[in-house]
């Protein structure tokens, strides 16, 4: 059982391009979220998902785009990169939109120069 | 704004001692605290979660306990071993968020041999 699988693992990027975080989960989970985590800040949501073409804001949406096609996939799309953006962003899902356990990928670490 | 404040940052720990972590949070509107454990290039998981309606769960050697009043909760670790070094982050969810968890700014323990 795969769980949520990220990639890429690692990525540097240059100023103002463009690139595609993948997230992929076999377990039918109908909520999907990305986090990013930076040193002192924990882990903040970006963007989440109730279910296929149901996408919402979290708290620090700006420089980020999602899509939810099919259940099993959530990218995040960042349209030009910004040395802010600079990184460790997460993929988590969970069965259902109340409380619960968060399944969470291993991380996709991302450097803008 | 951090809703959810978290220390220490780091802790370090002797081998068998009790670890003790703190989280404040400000919305009364939580109904859902969990803990997560990190380790180094891996993903968040869920450690031990609670409600408001209890004061304390114990699951081995992890405890919380949890004060309403003073919108305050901890996770000891008794008996603390080498293998629970690792970063540990408080979170808080309204079960109406749909997942949405606000995580506090992480602690990172050491427990040493």
């Known amino acids: 059982n795969a769980g949520v699988t990220q990639t890429p693992k690692f990525q540097v990027l240059k100023t103002g391009q463009s690139m595609t975080l993948q997230c992929a989960q076999d377990?039918?989970?109908?909520?999907m979220s990305w986090y990013r985590q930076d040193p002192g800040m924990g882990l903040r949501l970006i963007h989440y998902?109730?279910?296929?073409?149901?996408?919402d804001q979290g708290e620090v949406p700006n420089g980020y785009n999602v899509s939810r096609s099919t259940t099993e996939d959530f990218p995040l799309r960042l349209l030009s990169a910004a040395p802010s953006q600079t990184s460790v962003y997460f993929c988590a899902s969970s069965l259902w939109g109340g409380v619960g356990e968060l399944f969470f990928g291993e991380g996709s670490r991302l450097t803008v120069l | 704004q951090q809703q959810v404040k978290q220390s220490p940052q780091s802790l370090i720990v002797q081998k068998g001692g009790i670890s003790i972590i703190n989280c404040a949070y400000e919305?009364?509107?939580?109904?859902?605290f969990p803990w997560y454990q990190q380790f180094p290039g891996k993903g968040p998981a869920l450690l031990i979660a609670i409600r408001p309606d209890v004061s304390e769960k114990k699951e081995g050697r992890f405890t919380i306990s949890f004060n309403k009043s003073a919108k305050q909760f901890s996770l000891h670790i008794m008996d603390s071993q080498p293998g629970d070094s690792a970063t540990y982050f408080c979170a808080a969810e309204k079960e109406t968020s749909g997942s949405r968890l606000t995580f506090g700014e992480g602690t990172q323990l050491t427990v040493n041999p």
């Open positions: 998902s109730v279910g296929a073409g149901i996408t």
């Open positions: 919305n009364t509107a939580f109904d859902y």
């Open positions: 377990m039918n989970h109908e909520y």
